[in-house]
Every structure is written in C-alpha cells, then in structure tokens.
C-alpha cells in the first residue's frame, strides 16, 4: 500500500492545496507524494534540481506571496528532510537558483510614523468667566 503524505515530498507545499490534490504518475493517477508543481505524468517538472535550488526557489516563491524573509527561510531549509531530497548531495555554491513563479503581489501597507511628545506637568490655570453678568450664578 502506498504511503499517503500530507505535503508534497519535494517542495513541502500542502497537497490540498495542489490542483487536483498532487502531480500525476505515469498511468494518469494523482500522485500522493508530489504535488502538481513538482510532478507530471510521472516525471520531476525539474529533475535536475539541487536542494540548494529548490530551497531557493520556495524561499522566492513565498517572499513574493508576502511572507517574511525569516520565515521564508526557515520553510525552505526543512525540504531537507522530504524524502526527494533525504540522499541529495548539496550544490556547489555559486549555483544560480532558478526565478519565482510568478504570483500575487502582497498588498503593500503604509504606516505613518507618529512621534511621541511627552510634556511637563503644568498647573491648570482656571479659565476666566466671559459670560455675560446677568448670566453668570451668584454663590
């Protein structure tokens, strides 16, 4: 019985949120263990991928979709332990790592900086009584 997995084995994203739930293997069924992205009919979309690679091109993938760099990268270097790339010898560095797909731009929020003044602590002075005599109360 084949193993089903929850996140594609080579990438790491969600395989609910892959179109039709994963790739497709060789016979035209969807593939439990990659996700569209990753795999069709059979074949890596990318075989000749390192890890580096890959890891570069989720960390692109996710910055454009509005994630924090920081963030980005702690999910990109956890693709090491999917079992594509479990046996994957790291590449050479200088390697250049492929673009990001191209995806919705994250919604750019503007933020006023205000500063803070703090002010000494003055005396109320009361205010004088400009009404009219016949207005104002006797006590």
Known sequence: MERIYREC??????LN???HG????????????YCAYCYEKGEFRQPKWTVHQMQEFIR????????QDFQALAAAKGIT?????????PAAPGVPA????????PATIAVKQSKTVVKPDKPKQKKADVRAPEMKKKR
């Open 9 to 14: 084995q080579s990438c790491g994203m969600m």
């Open 17 to 19: 949120k892959s179109p």
């Open 22 to 33: 994963g790739g497709t293997n060789a016979d035209g069924t969807i593939s439990r263990m």
């Open 60 to 67: 692109a993938s996710l910055k454009a979709t509005g994630m």
């Open 81 to 89: 332990k999917l079992e594509r790339w479990k046996n994957a010898q």
């Open 98 to 105: 492929p673009k990001p797909v191209a995806g919705p731009k």
